[in-house]
Every structure is written in C-alpha cells, then in structure tokens.
C-alpha cells in the first residue's frame, strides 16, 4: 500500500485511490509503521532520508539531492550510522 513494491497482481484502493495511478497524495493521509523496525540500524542516514522521501512520492534522484544538501547543511556525514543521526537530532 505503501507503493514501494510496482510488480505485484491485484488492485489496491486507498481513500477511493487506485494506488497504480502514480499519484502518491494519498500517502499524505496514511503512516508507516514497519513490522521490524530493527531496519533502521542498517541505514546510514543518507539512506533512511531517501527512503522517507520516496515514500512521500519523492522521486530517488530528487530524495538522494535533498538528502545530501540537508546532511550538508547540519555538517554530518551522510555514511554514518542512522542511529548516530537519531542521537544527533536529541542532542
């Protein structure tokens, strides 16, 4: 529902939305809870920023732009653990 997987059989309504249509506005109006949400401690903060962005309909090349310009912009590496982002945005 999410629109991360394109291959798949069947139809998918959301809020009177068939998902296929490309247009991502209806995932303004739902959230995302992962089932193991033990997947963050494999991303580096680059990747967690691209991942959320696509999931807002942001195309990837467009996320991995924002990504870095923000990474840069707060002077953190983007290769770094996304834990270590997560301790940095507390501090």
């Known amino acids: 529902m999410l629109g991360l997987i394109d291959d798949y059989k069947g139809e998918v309504i959301v809020f ?4 296929s249509s490309g ?7 739902i959230g995302y ?4 949400a033990e ?3 494999n991303l580096t903060a680059m ?6 962005g696509e ?3 942001i195309e990837r090349d467009a996320a991995q732009e924002k990504s870095g310009t923000a ?3 707060i002077r953190f590496a983007g290769g770094a653990p996304f834990p ?3 301790l940095f945005q507390k501090a």
Not at 16 to 19: L, R
């Open 71 to 73: 990474l840069a912009a």
């Open 47 to 52: 990747e967690y920023l691209v991942f959320s």
């Open 33 to 36: 809870v992962p089932e193991n």
């Open 39 to 41: 997947v963050y401690d």
């Open 84 to 86: 270590a982002f997560l």
């Open 23 to 29: 247009d991502p506005s209806y995932k303004k109006r």
């Open 55 to 57: 999931l807002y309909g």
């Open 16 to 19: 009177g939305q068939d998902i």
